[in-house]
């Protein structure tokens, strides 16, 4: 989960971040995206929802990995409250998972919070900037959406996951460190979660990590004779001892038995010929030059 504060601008360095982390879902807030805006992860897929002016303002977006089992629900597209939904399924059910921005100008009340929550279904997580004060989730001080905020937790069954920790870094000297960032939830354990801050991505609020500890349905992988893993001269000489061409071809029944075997001989070739893969994820190191950066960056946002 993270307010990018452009999503465009970071681009480079998200990639490096998801691919680094194994991240399996990112919740976007402060996306500022357009229609006009592409932007590709590998092995991952974008879902965004821009801003009602479809102006480069405020927005979310939802990086998900492409091999997790899920679809998109209709966008929250309103000026106080934008977000991006998907619905997965875990080991316990349905799951919807939403990236939320609520913009500071606009002083949402309870039933502007209530009314986007009811969206979500009986079991969800929203994650993203809320702009809402309350000491209870570790803010610094509470104000009057906070208390708004709070309200509807309270009457809706509802928990959060908190850092409790600043996770806004206001560059203006009059402003103090707060936490904006936090994750609402229903219909979860909220024991289970860990919840932790990172330094590794450059904006004015800072990434906060989650593991759920829950089992996520994956999509069924595809049935394919030819991947990258294969030992095409090892295919080659299977064949050469499994095929016997000393066969009477002098019906359609022998002409009809000679070419199931020669398929299941070219079947079985390809899957003897082809290696396991143990793990499906992306397996891409970072560079070492680019290890000691982030190394020296994380360092100097500490200090």
Not at 3 to 31: P, W
Not at 71 to 99: C, F, K, P, W
Request: with cysteine; hydrophobic share 30%.
């Amino acid at each position: 989960m993270w307010n990018a504060n452009g999503l465009g601008q970071h681009a480079q360095e998200l990639k490096i971040f998801v691919q680094t982390h194994n991240i399996d879902v990112l919740l976007i807030s402060e996306a500022h995206l357009t229609h006009r805006s592409h932007i590709t992860i590998s092995n991952y897929t974008i879902y965004s929802t821009i801003h009602p002016e479809e102006t480069a303002l405020g927005g979310t977006a939802v990086i998900i990995r492409n091999n997790i089992k899920h679809y998109e629900t209709a966008a929250y597209r309103h000026d106080n409250i934008q977000a991006t939904s998907m619905v997965l399924e875990d080991n316990t059910g349905d799951l919807t998972i939403s990236a939320v921005y609520c913009p500071p100008r606009h002083n949402n009340e309870y039933d502007d919070y209530e009314r986007f929550f009811t969206t979500l279904g009986n079991r969800f997580i929203a994650g993203g900037d809320y702009n809402a004060k309350n000491t209870i989730w570790g803010s610094r001080l509470t104000t009057t959406k906070g208390c708004e905020l709070h309200r509807v937790i309270l009457h809706n069954n509802l928990n959060y996951l908190s850092t409790r920790q600043p996770t806004y870094w206001p560059t203006a000297t009059n402003k103090l460190p707060d936490l904006l960032d936090f994750c609402l939830t229903k219909g979860i354990d909220t024991r289970k979660p860990t919840v932790e801050s990172s330094l590794e991505l450059t904006s004015d609020h800072t990434p906060i990590l989650i593991t759920m500890f829950a089992h996520i349905q994956g999509k069924p992988k595809k049935p394919s004779l030819y991947t990258n893993r294969k030992n095409w001269n090892y295919f080659r000489e299977i064949p050469d001892t499994s095929i016997t061409l000393e066969i009477p071809l002098k019906t359609e029944t022998d002409i009809e038995a000679a070419v199931q075997d020669l398929t299941k001989a070219i079947q079985q070739a390809a899957w003897q010929a082809t290696s396991d893969s143990k793990d499906d994820r992306l397996q891409q190191k970072c560079p070492l030059i680019v290890r000691q950066k982030i190394t020296e960056k994380r360092r100097a946002r500490k200090r």
